[in-house]
């Protein structure tokens, strides 16, 4: 459990600061090119969550996310998940602090990533975060959903 509090906090806390630079050093020009026209740097206030979604449900978003952040904390301790799905969780339970502190303190997230050659969301490190985590968690059902029915045809197979 100390390594998902350690790793929760260190995320969350470099969210914070990115989205701080964000604030004082783009905000006052809006936007730059890192690599022209396919990534870059763009100010955006967001009021809703993931691609906009429930923009202006600052409070639902609060408590929705404050569930979330709770069910995942009390999986991993009580359960103790290792692997995949421990980092995971680690994951989404990290992005969800580094978003929740924005729509409680200011009820706007502060998004700075942007790429150009599509049509794709501006998003920060605490959406990178909960984005790998659910990537991780994917992987893992699919790796566990295989090593389940591996043993299933192994039981089948010796019961021959």
Known sequence: MAVFVIFALVMAAADQLCK???????APVGQMDLIPGV??????????????????????????????LVAVAAYVAIKKPRGLLFWACCCIFAGGVGNLIDRVRTGLVVDYLEFRFIAFPVFNLADILVTVGAGLLLLWALLDSLAQRRQAGDKQDGAV
């Open 20 to 26: 701080a630079l964000a604030t004082t050093y783009l």
């Open 39 to 68: 990534f870059g740097l763009r100010y955006v206030l967001n009021d809703g969550m993931a691609f906009s979604m429930f923009g202006g449900g600052r409070w639902p978003l609060v408590i929705l996310t404050t569930i979330m």
